[in-house]
């Protein structure tokens, strides 16, 4: 039985009634507690950071730093994380030769490979790439294979009594079964991008929203810490909830995905 879609008003009205609420507590707690502005502006200060930062521009460069170095890197790294799923999921050999290095480049920290990429790559926007590419990959890249290797055998073997090559049999029955896996691996990698380029701002750069936080954190502004991060999770939310929408527009035999992103029916 197929779930009722949600309709559109109501996808709109309960985040916002509960953003409401988070609001007010927040304000309840500043006065009632009496919490310094150095250790927790109210609402209205941080409303106040954000108009000076997108109403006035001085926040622009940095969301523009950030959103570029999370989008190449996200891509790069989404790209060759499907790539090697693909390659270790169709070939045992591939997978005896590389599998075990690739657990070992994900095993090591990346906050403690952040400044050697920094050496490598200096202090632009290239390091930066590397290094959310870098977090994005493992996700994905287990993903893909698994998502590929779990695909009906008994569908393969009526393919190739059918005559079917190895190709059509990837693209017609590998590839769709692997779909879902996939989006949830790029779904978990939008957040892992965010991470890896704030992660690498913090070690070293004069742009990006993990500058301006690392710099307001020297000066105890923490009205400019949480518009960056409100800005940070606003390109998250935007990221994952387009991933969400293309799940259910491209694996559209999810019923999971085609359920929770379908367009609602109006009441």
């Given amino acids: 039985m197929n779930a009722t879609p949600i309709p559109l008003s109501k996808r709109i009205a309960y985040p916002l009634v509960t953003l409401v609420v988070l609001l007010a507590a927040w304000s309840a707690a500043i006065a009632f507690f009496k919490v310094p502005d150095y250790l927790l502006p109210s609402p209205m200060q941080v409303l106040s950071a954000m108009n000076v930062g997108y109403v006035q521009g001085a926040y622009w460069p940095h969301f523009l730093f950030t959103m570029k170095s999370v989008l190449a890197g996200y891509v790069a790294g989404c790209s060759l994380a499907i790539a090697c799923g693909i390659l270790l999921a169709e070939s045992p050999t591939f997978e005896l030769f590389v599998y075990p290095y690739i657990v070992a480049l994900q095993s090591m920290p990346k906050i403690a490979i952040a400044p050697l990429i920094i050496v490598w790559l200096g202090f632009g926007i290239e390091s930066k790439i ?110 994952s909830q387009l991933l969400r929408w293309l799940h259910a527009k491209v694996v559209f035999w999810d019923r999971a995905a085609a359920t929770s992103a379908t367009t609602p029916q109006a009441e």
């Fill in 130 to 239: 590397v290094m959310v590419a870098l977090v994005c990959f493992f996700p994905l890249f287990i993903n893909t294979s698994i998502g590929i290797k779990q695909a009906n055998p008994q569908l393969i073997d009526v393919m190739r009594a059918f005559g079917a090559s190895k190709s059509m049999i990837f693209l017609r029955v590998k590839l769709p079964s692997a779909a879902g896996h996939i989006f949830a691996g790029l779904q978990i990698g939008v957040v892992l991008a965010l991470i890896g380029a704030v992660v690498a701002e913090f070690v070293a750069s004069t742009h990006g929203l993990g500058h301006i936080i690392k710099a307001a954190a020297v000066d105890m502004q923490t009205n400019v810490m949480f518009a960056a991060l409100l800005s940070l999770a606003a390109l998250g939310v935007a990221g």
